[in-house]
């Protein structure tokens, strides 16, 4: 398999050299995959389902083939997985996929475990130091951090918006030891971004170092997010299609989203042959995409802050992959969108709290109020059927090609809840009256020292820092 450049089409270059590079150094492009080879029929329909290593090994086969073996990539698949996603039903026409449940109880687990293992294999034969760069706005740090925590010959450096995540969130970052390291910037996630991807397109730097990222822009991030896409979609195909007279239900996902990493992998599932009608794209007050469905134009913007942190992104990267796989119009029949501010967040916690005794983390539950409003009539219209004014929070007021399937009671929702309602007590707690539960390994960072340092939003600082650290 070839991976080409969302910037220019000419490039082609292999998996090991789109993983260790992070990005197009000489266009600031992002890799993608020449192609999608959809799984085999006969797999795709096994009554079961398939495991989720199963469907993982499967998915990722035909975009590592050649460059590592099937022996050595089940050994990374069963390494990076000893968690599975879980499927949690809500009621009759919506499931809860659930994604926390990795060592930092965010999904990012399941795209950095896997990215680790794979830059550790392609790096075992270095002289050189690998140095990962990435830049968070709440849990992939964490998760990066925690897959590459004492891997030999790699070297982690994380950025994040100092006061801009939540109090746990900061603790899973800076306590790190040994090869990873946490900068916490006077900036917001936009500016720690720019530092990273700066740093990318700097000559003089990446001679001195081998350089690459950890962030959804390294599409080994992305690839294996696609997994649990698949194995959510047959799954809930399984059960929920037992006992209809209808045909089988269409599938939409409902996803809480912000760099647009984790859709684009949604979408890389269904192009593998994820039986996934359509998806929602669902956004805090950093409304870039619904806004660019909306208006035909696409103005990134300064993020900013809201409950459901870890999207604070106004300029997100993956634009870039979905505008290069699709245009606008296909965007707009293949997904909805949706926004809401930090009133909407913590009322659709309560909400969904009192109807279905769910509770949700601030990202999730913008994915469960979209995909209710969606569910009740909300497609793009106000109660008497006048366009819902994209501007305030709501449904962007397009029409997706699956609309026919959710007017007729045949479409089956799946949110996706992207990390444990106990990362974020504070504003959990004041949805629904109490404190979420908070599982042990969140329970045990708590007592860790912090080792952060700070960082001004200034390239020439980060870049001095960088050389005097990893010169010494």
Not at 201 to 218: C, E, P, Q, Y
Not at 423 to 451: N, T, Y
Request: net charge neutral; aromatic share 10%.
């Amino acid at each position: 398999m070839k991976y080409t450049d969302t910037r220019d089409r000419q490039v082609s270059v292999s998996f090991k050299d789109a993983v260790m590079g992070g990005m197009n150094a000489q266009t600031g492009g992002l890799y993608v995959p020449c192609s999608f080879p959809a799984l085999d029929a006969a797999f795709l329909k096994k009554t079961p389902t398939p495991s989720f290593h199963s469907i993982a090994y499967a998915m990722a086969q035909p975009y590592l083939d050649g460059e590592i073996p099937a022996v050595d990539l089940h050994e990374i698949i069963q390494d990076a997985y000893p968690f599975v996603p879980k499927i949690q039903p809500l009621d009759r026409t919506s499931a809860v996929l659930e994604l926390f449940h990795g060592p930092t109880c965010a999904f990012k687990d399941f795209g950095a475990r896997f990215m680790a293992r794979v830059m550790a294999y392609f790096n075992r034969t270095e002289e050189q130091p690998l140095h990962i760069l990435v830049a968070t706005s709440g849990d992939t740090g964490s998760a990066v951090g925690s897959a590459f925590h004492h891997v030999p010959g790699i070297d982690v450096t994380i950025l994040y918006p100092d006061g801009k995540i939540s109090a746990l969130q900061e603790k899973q970052l800076a306590t790190f030891t040994d090869n990873v390291r946490a900068l916490k910037v006077n900036g917001t996630f936009d500016d720690c971004q720019k530092l990273v991807k700066t740093a990318f397109t700097d000559g003089t730097l990446r001679t001195r170092f081998r350089l690459s990222s950890a962030n959804s822009i390294n599409i080994a991030r992305l690839l294996p997010q696609a997994f649990y896409y698949m194995y959510a979609a047959l799954t809930v195909r399984e059960r929920y299609a037992r006992g209809r007279t209808l045909s089988p239900p269409a599938i939409i996902m409902s996803v809480p989203s912000g760099n647009f990493g984790n859709l684009t992998s949604g979408v890389i599932a269904r192009m593998m042959g994820a039986p996934i009608t359509g998806f929602i794209a669902a956004t805090n007050s950093n409304r870039t995409i619904p806004d660019w469905l909306a208006t035909g134009t696409y103005d990134p913007r300064p993020s900013v802050e809201t409950y459901a942190n870890a999207m604070d992104v106004g300029a997100p990267s993956n634009y870039e992959r979905i505008a290069h796989l699709y245009t606008l119009e296909d965007v707009r029949k293949l997904c909805a969108s949706f926004w809401t501010d930090n009133a909407g967040i913590k009322k659709a916690i309560t909400s969904c709290m009192t109807r279905t005794g769910y509770i949700f983390d601030p990202h999730g539950a913008i994915g469960w109020q979209a995909w209710y409003d969606l569910v009740h009539g909300a497609l793009g219209t106000t109660s008497d059927g006048t366009a819902h004014d994209w501007q305030t929070p709501g449904v962007t007021p397009t029409i997706p090609d699956w609309a026919p399937a959710l007017a007729s009671n045949n479409a089956v929702g799946v949110i996706l809840e992207t990390a444990h309602p106990g990362k974020f007590p504070a504003v959990v707690s004041e949805a629904i009256g109490c404190e979420p539960p908070m599982p042990q390994a969140l329970l045990d960072i708590l007592r860790l020292p912090d080792r952060a340092i700070p960082m001004e939003n200034d390239y020439a600082q980060f870049k001095s820092w960088l050389t005097d650290t990893f010169t010494r």
